[in-house]
């Protein structure tokens, strides 16, 4: 075969493989795409059911971690206090949520979802009223808008309406309304306690002497305490009423009565509470003043004004910032650091004759600087003079005496006589106190005696060992109360302005002295957050230090610094 032959045939070979190697490379290709197709499909199930899995374990995990407030002002986190009564709770709540779609409220809906995450004995229903038309009139004949809740434990049930949760400020300067603060953990806590609650204590407010009326706010901070309030007028009752838990006074502009002064006497001597609240007047107020010295305390002439900086507020030296003392009512106050804003008031002195078995403690006290300007109305400069009293004094004080409710005791408290001379009564009341002192201190004497004559005769001892068995035994069942009287000097307590003044201060202490006065254990209250910058509270010498600092010292720092490099420069 010649070499051309062999070379054609050569090239007709190669020809048969490379179309028998395109004709079989189709299949291994489809095979190849087959394959990868095949891992993308896989991996597309893997990562969609890791999806899945991953937002149905997301799901479970409470708001509280996944929906975390970054905000300053943190209204939709929950207080401890509110944490501590909902994981302590027993019984089962619902929460009906009223809620038409597209209308929720962010910072309510989540506050619901961290109130159930805290507790299973929580749950929140959410109710569309166009759905439901009739469901809220089971609960309340009023109409509710949306994001209101109505909580319900057993046969009981509390409405809160959204209009409430938010707390507004009209300024009359602009004509407008300012949302100020945000009360809807405070308002769902406070019920949520008064649900399980067996019992609620009522504080009556005295009215019929141009008393000042307290603000919603006011009214809201005690609410907030699971306390109800009721006004009460004397002159058309026979006593303060058998429910009350507290009386609260209030500013009065004229006195009251003898005959209400006995009933508020009679109130207080078998264990009854009262608060009272005084503004500086030149109306005399002697029936009021004789039951504050009844026990023990009475008002100093004027008002007080302060010498050291350091104790009143901006360069007013009536608005006071006085020292807050550790007390069943303050000692919250004092730990942390708060202030209270007191303007206008009076000194409180305790008498040097009050009984020993009262027992009086300081909740506010003024400076040693301080002092009392008697004569108000004539005075030229705000400087101490000479016919001025000088301090320190208190404020605001609490007053507690235990009584034995003997049946004499009652029987003499039951009614009033209009036909006794007050202030013979009174001192009546006086005698009889010290007779009963007297009467005790000779009962010790007499059984120091016994012992005595015991340590010399067995069986006279054995004697009188049995008749102080019979009078221990009277005793114990002789019930026993105490009162609790607070008296304060300045309705700046109860002043919405002078409150946000003290971020919340004023209205704090107020409440915290209700909750007392009404014997409650424990408190639940959770003050409003607000949706403003809070309040830098400033003494008149801190003001003075950070003016000094800001205004001379670092501008003469800086200039002094500045002239060394200068110096340093020049000598190169």
Not at 520 to 526: A, D, G, L, M
Request: negative net charge.
């Amino acid at each position: 075969m010649s070499k051309k032959q062999n070379e054609t045939q050569i090239e007709v070979q190669k020809d048969i493989k490379e179309e028998n190697r395109k004709k079989f490379s189709l299949l291994p290709k489809n095979l190849r795409q087959l394959k990868h197709g095949s891992y993308s499909i896989a991996l597309s199930v893997i990562v969609i059911v890791s999806v899945i899995l991953i937002n149905m374990i997301v799901a479970q995990i409470p708001s509280q971690y996944t929906q975390i407030d970054l905000s300053g002002l943190q209204l939709s986190v929950l207080t401890d206090t509110s944490k501590e009564l909902v994981e302590s709770l027993t019984e089962d709540i619902t929460i009906y949520y009223i809620l038409e779609d597209g209308n929720r409220d962010s910072y309510v809906s989540r506050l619901l979802e961290r109130y159930e995450d805290l507790s299973s004995h929580i749950t929140v229903v959410e109710k569309d009223p166009v759905l439901y038309p009739q469901f809220t009139s089971q609960y309340t004949d009023e109409t509710l808008s949306d994001n209101s809740v109505i909580i319900v434990c057993g046969d009981n049930s509390k409405v809160i309406s959204y209009d409430d949760m938010y707390e507004t400020e009209f300024s009359y300067y602009t004509y407008s309304s300012t949302t100020t603060g945000f009360d809807a953990e405070g308002l769902i806590t406070s019920a949520i306690s008064a649900l399980i609650s067996d019992d609620i204590p009522k504080l009556y407010t005295l009215t019929g002497h141009s008393e000042l009326e307290l603000t919603d706010s006011m009214e809201s901070s005690i609410e907030k305490e699971n306390i109800e309030i009721e006004e009460l007028s004397l002159l058309t009752s026979d006593g303060v009423p058998e429910d009350a838990d507290c009386l609260m006074i209030v500013s009065p502009m004229s006195d009251i009565s003898t005959t209400e002064a006995q009933m508020i006497l009679n109130y207080l001597r078998r264990g009854g509470s009262v608060i009272i609240i005084t503004d500086y007047t030149t109306e005399e107020l002697p029936n009021l003043a004789t039951v504050m010295e009844y026990y023990g305390v009475e008002l100093v002439d004027g008002i007080v004004f302060e010498g050291n900086p350091n104790y009143y507020y901006s360069q007013y030296l009536y608005y006071l910032l006085p020292d807050i003392n550790s007390t069943d009512v303050s000692s919250d106050l004092a730990e942390s650091g708060s202030y209270v804003m007191v303007a206008s008031a009076q000194g409180i002195e305790t008498l040097d004759d009050a009984r020993d078995t009262l027992t009086i403690e300081s909740v506010l006290t003024t400076s040693s600087a301080a002092y009392s300007k008697v004569d108000v109305q004539n005075m030229t400069t705000y400087s101490q003079e000479d016919d001025d009293i000088s301090g320190p004094f208190d404020l605001g004080v609490i007053i507690t005496e235990s009584v034995e409710l003997t049946d004499e005791l009652l029987e003499d408290t039951a009614s009033v006589d209009d036909s006794l001379d007050f202030d013979s009564w009174v001192d009546t009341l006086e005698v009889e106190t010290e007779t009963e002192t007297e009467t005790e201190e000779e009962t010790e004497e007499v059984t120091e005696a016994e012992d005595t004559t015991e340590a010399e005769d067995a069986s006279e001892a054995e004697d009188a060992a049995e008749e102080e068995t019979e009078t221990e035994t009277e005793e114990e069942e002789t019930d026993t109360a105490e009162t609790r009287l607070a008296v304060f000097t300045s309705s700046a307590l109860v002043n919405d302005s002078i409150n946000q003044a003290v971020s919340g201060g004023n209205y704090q202490l107020i409440a915290n002295v209700v909750s007392w006065a009404c014997n409650q254990e424990s408190s639940v209250s959770v003050p409003s957050k607000s949706t403003v910058v809070d309040y830098l509270t400033l003494t008149s010498a801190s003001v003075s230090f950070w003016g000094a600092l800001t205004t001379i010292i670092l501008p003469v720092i800086i200039l002094l610094l500045g002239l060394g490099v200068w110096l340093s420069r020049r000598k190169r």
